[in-house]
């Protein structure tokens, strides 16, 4: 087992390996308006942050952050497909009608005149499918924003919540752990435990002491 001072956290190397500061300078342009032309000059002000590989890949784990698109993503998905059919449907409409205007008049007798029928038949119930399936999807969305979104965003804010009781013991186990540079290793001091110093062999790692601790502590 290594000693518990050898090599340095991976938190200090973050910290003396990403630089952080403000940036600034001048803009300017001309632009044409009713008023005639005018002469615009302006200043751009923003912030940067600039980290070494090592630092990227020695960074804590992250907090869990509130996601719409776990709250409204199936619904979405819903509305997506309701305009995409509504505008396939007029697209093949306006080709049936386009087709049938320059075709010569035939006999539904004929081969060519039973195939024509049936594309016209096909033509008449996609038009309808592209106006009901679209009213459909709105009412489907609408009912769902009316009584089934608040279920949803509690889920979301519980998955949350649990996430971050989890993200704060993940933390926990990141500032104990320390790297050794000579072996390219990061190892727990507690446990005595290391790894490749490679970000997905840390995640791992962390996760198995995270997961360690919750055992402890449930027997206990």
């Not at 001072?5 to 001309?30: D, F, P, R």
């Not at 995409?84 to 087709?99: I, V």
Request: charged share 25%; glycine share 10%.
């Amino acid at each position: 087992m290594r000693n518990a001072n050898e090599g340095i956290s991976l938190a200090a190397i973050v910290a003396k390996e990403t630089t952080t500061g403000k940036w600034n300078g001048t803009g300017g342009g001309i632009g044409l308006g009713t008023g005639g032309i005018g002469l615009f000059i302006g200043g751009v002000s923003g912030s940067k942050q600039e980290q070494t590989q090592r630092a990227k890949n020695f960074e804590s784990p992250k907090e869990e952050e509130y996601c719409l698109l776990n709250v409204y993503g199936s619904i979405i998905k819903v509305l997506v497909f309701g305009v995409l059919f509504g505008l396939s449907a007029r697209l093949f409409t306006s080709l049936s009608n386009t087709g049938s205007d320059f075709a010569e008049p035939v006999t539904t007798t004929t081969a060519t005149g039973k195939i024509q029928s049936i594309m016209g038949g096909m033509a008449e119930m996609v038009s309808i499918l592209g106006t009901v399936v679209p009213f459909l999807v709105i009412i489907t969305a609408m009912i769902w924003f009316l009584f089934f979104s608040s279920k949803r965003e509690k889920e979301e804010l519980t998955r949350v919540e649990r996430e971050a009781a989890k993200t704060k013991l993940r933390i926990d186990v990141y500032r104990r752990l320390r790297y050794v540079e000579s072996d390219h290793v990061v190892f727990d001091p507690i446990t005595g435990r290391e790894v490749p110093a490679e970000r997905t062999c840390i995640n791992k790692l962390i996760e198995a002491l995270v997961d360690e601790s919750n055992d402890i502590s449930k027997r206990n």
